[in-house]
Each structure stands twice: as structure tokens, then as C-alpha cells.
């Protein structure tokens, strides 16, 4: 069995740094029916306007793709900032997997966004830490960008010719860019990268030590091989 990733560009806004920065979502092919990674951006048009966000319909990307929102069975929110979960409500029939101790972090943080993730008959399924979600696709917990924010891994072929294939890591915001991803240490973080800078260390680290294969990123294009 081998899953698909395909990416999905569902915005663009002007990063921390005064640039372009894209906003990805990802979907995953599954036997059991597509999984979609992130939702993009939605939420008070002046947070929209703040951010200078040129914004797509989740439908319309999914409709390049041959797909419509049916399709998707299953969502799972990285986390709950607005350019991740603003688009939830579109696919009101699948259940969200998130992380508790996130969105107790979002009620409490962000009351303004609750009508984009947590409007009525929202179905979550909420998740203590590390878990695995469908066959050869599981979530592990990254605290630091936010304290429930989780990444996404996606195995290849478990049972193929010479042991399990490469994986790749869906990496949410838990690194910006391939800079953060490559050294942690690195003195000055981007500003929103993580709110908690020891947990977020740990965690680059913890998911450094994984080794993934691929590695993809919400608001960068490119892909990090190793
Ligand atoms: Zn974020």
C-alpha cells in the first residue's frame, strides 16, 4: 500500500518578514478515503486584511485535483491558527483530528476564530499525543509553535522488497522554512515561530532524530530530501 501526498497552494499572505509567504495544505490518498492535512485560511476579514492574504477556496483547489469536499473522509489540523483551520467548516460531514491541549489553546486564545473551527456539530476526534490515525498514517505531538501543534507522517510501502519505504513528514508550522527545520539552534527565531522556545527545540529536534525521507512545509515550497 502506498499513500499519495499532493499539495495543495490554498493562499498566500505577507510572512513576518515582509514577504510572500505561501500557505499549503496536503492531500493524502488512502484506501480508506482522502485525508486532507490543513484547510487554509479563513476568519475575521480584518485578521485577512492584516495579514494581506490572497485567499483560494479549498473547493476550487480541491476541484484541480478531480476532487470535491466529499471526498475528503477525514481532516487533521496541525493546528488551529488561522491560515490552518479557516477552511474546517467546509468539510462539516469529516471528522478533525486534533490535538486536546490544542484546542482548549485556541477557545482560549484566539476566541475570535471559534465560528471558523469550532462552529456547531464540529466533529473532533482529540488526541493526548502521538497517535496513529489510519494505517501508515499517524500524527506525532510538536509543542512549540503552539502548545498542541502536532505533525503529520505519511509511510510508504511497510511490507515491500527490502523493509519498510520512505516516509515523509508533513511538518505543519513546527518549521517555517528549511532553515528552522536544519538547525534548531540557530539563534534568532522568526518572529510566531514558536511560543514556546524550549518545547519547540525539543520538538525540531525529536523530529529531526526520525529521519524522515521528504520533508514538506506549509509556507515553504521547497522539499526537504535527506
Ligand atoms: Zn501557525
New binding site residues.
Partial sequence: MSLEITRLHLASLQGIDGGRWPVHGFVVTHPGGAVLVDTGVGGPPDMLDDWRVVNRSVADALAELDMSPADIALVINT?L?F??CGQNAVFRHAPVYVQRAELSRAKRESPELCEWFDFMNARFELLDGDAEVLPGLEVIATPG??EG?QCVVVRGDQDGPGGPGPFDLLI??AAYTPRQYADPDLGKLPA?QASDVPAWRESVRRVRSLHPDRVHF?HHTDIVHS
Avoid: A, F
Fill in positions: 493546528h491558527h491560515d490552518h509553535h503552539t501543534h505543519g508550522d510566531g506549509c
